[in-house]
């Protein structure tokens, strides 16, 4: 399990009363995350191999780089926790990120709340401010790539992450995407909310809105990664081993 050690600021009620624009909220949510947020590793940590962490021929660092994709509900989080044992990747998940925080009551987390429980993204700013940081923090490491799952979301987030991993001597190798009907979402969801404990599947209108929020916002970055030669899409629906072995057909080629 993760931990995360936080050290609160004062200026979120400060944020909800005086700010005005978009670039003063950016401003303010920008220093909720500066001090705010720690992530710390409770997992002892893997032994990584370090060979693959040595610069290739077109300067790039030697990493396995994958956006798992698809909508609310068709299995990312499921499938990321075996793809990460198979090819010793780290699994970075920004709605685990939220709920962390959200759990803990943190500035951060209850930022998130105001988003989440109606179905809605939270704001470019602040969810690309958190991963950058975290993937800073977890480069440390000198993993064998990295899994992101629930992320990127946006057009705006997909440039943020291009430009980052750039920076980073890095990229993203492949947007590999779980397609699922809308109905079978639904559903899967609404069991999910039986025993998760997850606020935003106990409702199915908030369900909706999330399957909705994906469409408007998310389901562009098709799009954006098959312009790169970089999307894959794997049929969502069948046991979690059949979908596994459909993933790593991907990722086995890349
Ligand atoms: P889902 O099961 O809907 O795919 P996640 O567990 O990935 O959801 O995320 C839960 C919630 O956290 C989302 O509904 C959204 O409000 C927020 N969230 C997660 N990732 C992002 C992101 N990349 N950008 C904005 N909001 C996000």
């Not at 947020?37 to 077109?58: H, N, W």
């Not at 993937?135 to 993993?143: D, F, G, M, S």
């Not at 969801?189 to 039986?194: A, D, Q, S, T, Y």
Request: glycine residues 6%; proline residues 2%; aromatic residues 8%.
């Amino acid at each position: 399990m993760w931990n995360w050690t936080h050290n609160f600021f004062g200026n979120f009620n400060k944020m909800k009363h005086s700010c005005t624009s978009k670039d003063d909220k950016d401003k303010e949510f920008k220093n909720i995350l500066k001090d705010s947020v720690t992530r710390i590793s409770e997992e002892p940590k893997k032994e990584v191999e370090l060979k693959r962490y040595s610069a290739r021929r077109d300067g790039k660092i030697d990493m396995t780089n994958i956006v798992l994709f698809g909508p609310p509900g068709a299995g990312k989080g499921t499938q990321a926790d075996v793809l990460k044992e198979t090819y010793n990747l780290i699994h970075l998940s920004t709605g685990d990120m939220f709920r962390y925080n959200m759990k803990n009551g943190t500035e951060l987390g209850k930022l998130a709340k105001t988003y989440t429980e109606k179905g809605h993204l939270v704001p470019d700013s602040v969810t690309n401010d958190m991963l950058k940081a975290e993937v800073t923090r977890r480069l440390e490491e000198k993993p064998n790539g990295f899994i992101f799952d629930g992320y990127p979301r946006t057009k705006e987030q997909a440039k943020v992450l291009t430009e980052f991993l750039t920076e980073k001597e890095t990229e993203v190798d492949a947007m590999v995407a779980l397609e699922v009907d809308d109905e079978v979402l639904v559903k899967r969801l609404l069991e999910r909310g039986k025993s998760s404990g997850r606020a935003d599947d106990a409702n199915e209108e908030v369900i909706r809105e999330r399957i909705a929020e994906y469409y408007r916002k998310t389901d562009v970055l098709k799009e954006y990664y098959q312009k790169e030669d970089k999307y894959f899409g794997v049929d969502g629906v069948g046991s979690v081993k059949e979908i596994t072995a459909r993933l790593s057909a991907v990722i086995d080629r890349l």
